[in-house]
């Protein structure tokens, strides 16, 4: 049962990933042209460099990284996303309490969520990916910014919430799912 | 152009060391409501704040929390930004903090944002570095004043109009709660004698030590102490059974409930002080890139604060004497408060106001 829920998951992140966005790509940010000042010329050399290790795989390529600076976990940390649209509060304190009590190696746990309660995830120390509703023009900014984050994390390991409420019971299961998409 | 029919104006706020950067765009959109829509994009990890006044938001993790190179950090900016531009369509976007980011810059111009607005401190340290963003890029500069400042236009022609604002407080004064209600509002005893200590998020300095050592100095002289656990906090200082933690926001709100305070001295702590009037002692964080210590001197010139590292014991004895002197002397009378202009959120307010009525 765990299996086809965590599978029907995946799979519909995956669906909305492969929804193109053209229009976004207007917000593409192109390389920096080099800055006056020998200082700041010195740090955009410096940046370029690394940038050249990273293409030439001298240096590890991690464009998004999971982990935070604050937080246990090391910057080629995997994402590995709960996903946790339409949650309640406490539902998803719980759930998350419970991820976090139960790590997994070389993962960073990413909460995609709608919920704001943000003094409880400042000490969760994860990555947290916010999904609101905002009143506007043209596609609902919650679906279109869920295709945003699909595409972002494509490929990633992903959770559903009401996992971790079973963590206890289905621990063995959901880590080898994970490290299964590795 | 909102459905309301009220123009959109887009706060973008970063994620320093406190909430100062989003308590000074909570206080412009406060003073807006009536003549805008206000909507946030926020660096700073806080949302249900924004929303419990009353706006919509987004979030994105800071570049100081995200691992992320500054060219991926910024590309992610743009991409998200531009995602809410095109929801919201602002009619302005103001963006307060130190450096305007690149990410931010870039969106702005494709999306053709009609106005820009940079509101940003004025009282560094001496040797910090200059940052290489234009002020013409924007429409409108406001420097948020220190104590003693007024209503200055710096420079008048657009773009890059600057102006310096006199300090800026999230709430109206009539917004304060009185002593007795915020202590019924905080569950506090009417009677009792009470210590709020604030010292920060800790997040870049750590202040556990400190507060351990304030909390027994407090205790010593009678007082109940009430440590505030702010919601950017990432660990909170485990505290010993006898002192109250709160976690309310804006704490402004709540200051007059307390006999005194501790904070450090960051722009709105500083505010609110002035504002509340409540005494004072200042524990300048040095690490950040304002002067918080000629801040705190300048606060302490016109109202009863003290100003100390606090890193010893001695240091804190002497400063929670020198505190407790100067409350005593001011309540007899000795030393008048001396009036201070706290108008900069309105002053800011109209400015930015101004902007959606400016022709093109």
């Known amino acids: 049962m765990l299996k086809q829920q965590l599978a029907a998951l995946q799979r519909e992140i995956e669906e909305l990933a492969n929804e193109p966005d053209d229009a976004l790509e207007h917000y593409t940010l192109p390389r920096p042209p080099p800055p006056k000042g020998l200082y700041w010329r010195l740090r955009w050399l410096a940046a370029r460099t690394l940038r050249l290790l990273e293409r030439l795989r001298l240096k590890p390529y991690h464009p998004w990284p999971p982990a935070l600076r604050h937080a246990p976990g090391r910057i080629g940390a995997k994402p590995l996303l709960i996903w946790a649209l339409g949650a309640d509060r406490e539902t998803l304190r719980k759930a998350c309490t419970a991820f976090a009590k139960h790590p997994i190696a070389d993962y960073a746990p990413v909460l995609v969520t709608d919920v704001a309660d943000f003094a409880f995830y400042s000490r969760l120390g994860w990555l947290i990916e916010f999904v609101p509703e905002i009143s506007g023009v043209g596609e609902s900014y919650a679906r279109r910014k869920t295709r945003f984050l699909a595409r972002l994390y494509r490929g990633a390991a992903v959770l559903p919430l009401a996992a971790g409420l079973d963590i206890e019971t289905h621990q063995d299961e959901i880590r080898s799912w994970v490290l299964r998409r590795a | ?360």
């Open chain 2, 1 to 360: 152009m909102s459905s309301s029919g009220r123009p959109t104006i887009l706060f973008f706020n970063i994620n320093g060391t406190g909430l100062g950067h989003l308590s000074t765009c909570l206080a412009y959109a406060h003073r807006l409501r009536e003549r805008a829509r206000p909507v946030f994009f926020s660096l700073a990890s806080a949302v249900d704040k924004i929303h419990d006044m009353g706006f919509e938001a987004d979030y994105l993790v800071s570049h100081a929390w995200s691992r992320a190179s500054n060219l991926h950090w910024n590309r992610q900016l743009s991409l998200r930004l531009g995602l809410l531009l095109e929801r919201v369509r602002p009619n302005v976007l103001v963006f307060d903090g130190t450096w305007p980011f690149r990410g931010m810059l870039h969106a702005a111009a494709a999306h053709g944002i009609p106005r820009m607005v940079w509101s940003n401190l004025r009282l560094y340290k001496q040797g910090v570095r200059t940052v290489p963003v234009s002020e013409s890029n924007f429409d409108l500069v406001v420097r948020l004043g220190e104590i003693g400042d007024s209503f200055n236009v710096e420079r008048e022609a657009r773009p890059g109009r600057r102006v310096t604002v006199p300090p800026v407080t999230l709430l109206r004064d009539d917004e304060l709660l009185a002593r007795d209600d915020a202590r019924a509002a905080l569950g506090l005893d009417r009677g009792g004698r009470y210590a709020l200590l604030s010292l920060g998020p800790g997040n870049l300095k750590d202040v556990s030590g400190i507060g351990r050592g304030l909390i027994d100095e407090f205790k010593a002289r009678g007082f109940t102490v009430v440590w505030t656990r702010p919601p950017i906090t990432v660990k909170d200082v485990p505290l010993p059974d006898d002192v109250v933690p709160i976690a309310v926001y804006p704490l402004a709100r709540y200051m007059r409930a307390f006999d005194v305070f501790v904070g450090a001295a960051g722009y709105n702590t500083c505010c609110e002080v002035l504002q509340s009037r409540v005494p004072t002692l200042f524990v300048p964080n040095t690490l950040v890139v304002d002067d918080q210590t000629l801040r705190a001197h300048r606060v302490a010139e016109s109202m009863p604060a003290v100003v100390s590292p606090c890193e010893t014991a001695t240091e804190r004895a002497d400063a929670v004497t020198r505190l407790l002197e100067r409350v005593a002397s001011a309540s007899g009378g000795s030393a008048p408060l001396r009036a201070v202009d706290l108008s900069g959120a309105d002053r800011a307010a109209d400015e930015i106001a101004a902007l959606l009525e400016a022709p093109g």
